[in-house]
């Protein structure tokens, strides 16, 4: 199948809306998009994920990279494409799962940890690899992983990672794609105007330190 996305055209922040309600997606993906996100996750561990994934695709899905996270079996990897997203990131590394997501278009990142699990997503045709946690990996070992790695494979550093040039440094010198980001970007208790400032100052982290 075609590809519906092209990566070059996204920042490569996947925002992880881990909690978020139904109610609520919609408004906090374009906070999200107003300060220059493009791909966000809501994670299968959230309330009513799927209602809150259909209607992030509904608002945004055509321009943008919509998607689950937490993505553990081919069952549900099937209930999250039925719903139109194009963004699949998981925790683990599951062929079966990276193979399906591929096939239907969308973008996938595995979560690996060990270089075994790194080629094998690669392998199975992942698009790129989701290093978590990555403070199990540490940057000594991260740099040796990505010491081993085809020097055109994405990868990003997912867990614990802040919106300091201190945080994300590190994890860009030593090759870091982008990153996902979790909880120092959004929970469920934050009002909009503290995700509007969390996810500015991350953007404008990144970029400063990336251009």
């Given at each position: 199948m075609t590809k519906r996305y092209n990566l070059d055209e996204h920042l490569p922040l996947i925002a992880i809306i881990r909690g978020v309600l139904p109610q609520d997606?919609?408004?906090?993906?374009?906070?999200?998009?107003?300060?220059?996100?493009?791909?966000?996750?809501?994670?299968?561990?959230?309330?009513?994920?799927?209602?809150?994934?259909?209607?992030?695709?509904?608002?945004?899905?055509?321009?943008?990279?919509?998607?689950?996270g937490t993505v553990t079996t081919v069952q549900k990897a099937k209930d999250v494409i039925a719903t139109g997203a194009n963004l699949i990131v998981t925790p683990n590394m599951n062929e079966e799962v990276i193979k399906l997501t591929v096939e239907a278009g969308c973008a996938t990142f595995p979560g690996v940890v060990t270089p075994t699990e790194a080629f094998n997503a690669l392998a199975a045709g992942a698009t790129g690899i989701k290093l978590f946690p990555v403070s199990a990996l540490g940057l000594d070992g991260y740099k040796a992983l990505k010491s081993v790695l085809p020097p055109e494979a994405l990868s990003f550093p997912v867990g614990g990672v802040d919106p300091t040039v201190e945080s994300m440094k590190p994890l860009l010198d030593i090759g870091a794609n982008g990153f996902g980001l979790g909880s120092s970007l959004y929970k469920p208790n934050m009002t909009d105007d503290q995700i509007r400032a969390n996810a500015k100052k991350f953007v404008e982290t990144f970029n400063a330190l990336t251009k």
């Open positions: 997606v919609v408004r906090i993906g374009q906070i999200l998009i107003d300060e220059g996100f493009t791909m966000i996750e809501v994670p299968l561990n959230s309330p009513e994920p799927l209602v809150s994934i259909k209607n992030l695709v509904d608002a945004f899905g055509e321009k943008y990279l919509i998607g689950a």
